[in-house]
């Protein structure tokens, strides 16, 4: 399978930096979320190849089949997948760490894209 590995697009990284006001999205276990600046996105699906079989897998399952690039483009770089994050908490949007999550995260993007009219 080939993969046109394509950068998240500015309109994409404006739409969650705003969306999460330039500020980490981590909140702790007492409910405080980090007053660092979000500098970077974190993916909940991380952008690995296996990741984007896992859920062009998944994605088939569920709904229709579509290219390992377009879940790539569309799914993995949604911004639902996407968290403003600071340096030291990116790992912790990383759902590999908890697979059941990411059923989850792909039905949300699925109603997002259908609600856009993109599918
Ligand atoms: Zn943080």
Redesign the pocket.
Known sequence: MSRAKTPISEEVRREVFNRDGYR?R?VDEKGNR?C?SGTELAHGIADTVSNCISTLIIWKEKYDERSESWIHNNVINHPLNLFC??P??NDYFNRGFNRAQIPAIIEAIHKALRSEGLL
């Open positions: 980490c981590f980090c660092e994050s600071c030291k908490h």
